[in-house]
Nanobody, 125 residues
Framework: VQLQASGGGLVQVGGSLRLSCVAS????????MGWFRQAPGKEREYVAALSRTGGSTNYADSAKGRFTISRDNAENTVYLQMSNLKPEDTAVYYC???????????????????WGRGTQVTVSS
């Protein structure tokens, strides 16, 4: 599956952004999806994940209460709604996909075998 993330940009502290990731090439509903991010000089880290039906979700502690992951299987798209953004949210955000028959989410980077190119999010103070 090919993944294309978009929706990043420059936003002020406390603002909101919605990232989108469109998948193509295979049946989207067969993939569990995740969002990860990489800040300058840091390792890529987990942000959020959801199962292939969207029925199960999980968030990193840094994202809980501020970010919402969702998907629209009819549109082959996964979203990351981010609110109350902080400077430490500045990073390149990547979507990832894992082909699975299970109704699980996956939080480890190694669980995913398909990655998008990433979209830059910059939160200014």
């Amino acid at each position: 599956v090919q993944l294309q993330a978009s929706g990043g940009g420059l936003v002020q502290v406390g603002g909101s952004l919605r990232l989108s990731c469109v998948a193509s090439g295979r049946t989207f509903s067969s993939f569990a999806m995740g969002w990860f991010r990489q800040a300058p000089g840091k390792e890529r880290e987990y942000v959020a994940a959801l199962s292939r039906t969207g029925g199960s979700t999980n968030y990193a502690d840094s994202a809980k209460g501020r970010f919402t992951i969702s998907r629209d299987n009819a549109e082959n798209t996964v979203y990351l709604q981010m609110s109350n953004l902080k400077p430490e949210d500045t990073a390149v955000y990547y979507c990832a996909a894992r082909y699975t028959a299970r109704f699980s989410y996956y939080v480890n980077q190694g669980d995913y075998d398909n990655w998008g190119r990433g979209t830059q999010v910059t939160v200014s103070s």
